[in-house]
T-cell receptor
Framework: IAGITQAPTSQILAAGRRMTLRCTQD?????MYWYRQDLGLGLRLIHY???????GKGEVPDGYSVSRANTDDFPLTLASAVPSQTSVYFC???????????FGPGTRLTVL | GQNIDQPTEMTATEGAIVQINCTYQ??????LFWYQQHAGEAPTFLSY????GLEEKGRFSSFLSRSKGYSYLLLKELQMKDSASYLC????????????FGTGTKLQVIP
């Protein structure tokens, strides 16, 4: 693979279910991010990780959790999905300087 | 906190020049970015400004004035494929790479 990939591409989920969105990069970037993008609100940071083994909360972290066991993978988990979590989710990565973020293709999630 | 303003929509003619403005308010400014996002796709990086002045990259240029909290993205020789949303984003200094995105300007290029 080259760059950053996300899975699944899209998902319809019943409210209350648990869901993990996957993100993998092969650029050896230390920093990784999860954003959600909603119409009229732009991209909002959910969680981030500066390096493997560390994570932090972004602007809208409630209802989401992340882990960073290694450099390449940064999964995002919704423990109990709610309809307000219907959104397009983008994973991104950057080097330490962070002067350019590379985005994955996105996951379109619908919670019913 | 941070506040970023940019026009919601713009229309321009193929072959023309268009300027997309972005104003921001932030504490601890540490860089401004422009990203392009085509409908249904991921954002892609266009430019990065951290010092005042103009950065030129092919048909695209980005300008920054830190004292005015102002930036613009200039697109020359517009092509139909330039129809997209253009996202202004500001990085603030802090413990992590905190980048806040504006809501984007949807540009429509017409023949």
């Amino acid at each position: 693979i080259a760059g950053i990939t996300q899975a699944p591409t899209s998902q319809i989920l019943a409210a209350g279910r648990r869901m993990t969105l996957r993100c993998t990069q092969d650029m050896r970037h230390n920093a990784m991010y999860w954003y959600r993008q909603d119409l009229g609100l732009g991209l909002r940071l959910i969680h981030y990780s500066n390096t493997a083994g560390t994570t932090g909360k972004g602007e809208v972290p409630d209802g989401y959790s992340v882990s960073r066991a290694n450099t390449d993978d940064f999964p995002l988990t919704l423990a109990s999905a709610v309809p307000s979590q219907t959104s397009v989710y983008f994973c991104a990565s950057s080097d330490e300087q962070g002067n350019e973020q590379f985005f994955g293709p996105g996951t379109r999630l619908t919670v019913l | 906190g941070q506040n970023i303003d940019q026009p919601t929509e713009m229309t321009a003619t193929e072959g023309a020049i268009v300027q997309i403005n972005c104003t921001y308010q932030t504490s601890g400014f540490n860089g401004l970015f422009w990203y392009q996002q085509h409908a249904g796709e991921a954002p892609t990086f266009l430019s990065y400004n951290v010092l005042d002045g103009l950065e030129e990259k092919g048909r695209f240029s980005s300008f920054l004035s830190r004292s005015k909290g102002y930036s613009y993205l200039l697109l020359k020789e517009l092509q139909m494929k330039d129809s997209a949303s253009y996202l202004c984003a500001v990085r603030s200094s802090g413990g992590y790479q905190k980048v806040t995105f504006g809501t984007g300007t949807k540009l429509q290029v017409i023949p």
